[in-house]
Nanobody
Framework: VQLQASGGGLVQAGGSLRLSCAAS????????MGWYRQAPGKQRELVAD???????KYADSVKGRFTISRDNAKNTVYLQMNSLKPEDTAVYYC?????????WGQGTLVTVSS
């Protein structure tokens, strides 16, 4: 199973970006899909995740600004990020749980300028 993340980039504060992460390979059961981020000098943290039933969970710092969604037919998870702040600057990683195994994407850099 491979994960391909895309959509990162440079944006001004207040702007928006949409991240995508597509899973490919042999997948029988795709369960949780999520996004994590790691800022320079900080630990990796959960941004949001979503179950196969569509139940989403968000970090307090992004509630009301970010929306996670998934397309089960495409094995893809999305993260719509609005009202971006400089403190959202980080490398964003997607993670999936498929067939009881954990998989991580390669990371995509999001830079928010003030």
């Amino acid at each position: 199973v491979q994960l391909q993340a895309s959509g990162g980039g440079l944006v001004q504060a207040g702007g928006s970006l949409r991240l995508s992460c597509a899973a490919s390979g042999s997948i029988f059961s795709l369960n949780m899909m999520g996004w994590y981020r790691q800022a320079p000098g900080k630990q990796r943290e959960l941004v949001a995740d979503i179950t196969s039933f569509g139940s989403a969970k968000y970090a307090d710092s992004v509630k009301g600004r970010f929306t996670i969604s998934r397309d089960n037919a495409k094995n893809t998870v999305y993260l719509q990020m609005n009202s971006l702040k400089p403190e959202d600057t980080a490398v964003y990683y997607c993670r999936i749980v498929a067939d009881r195994r954990d998989y991580w994407g390669q990371g995509t850099l999001v830079t928010v300028s003030s």
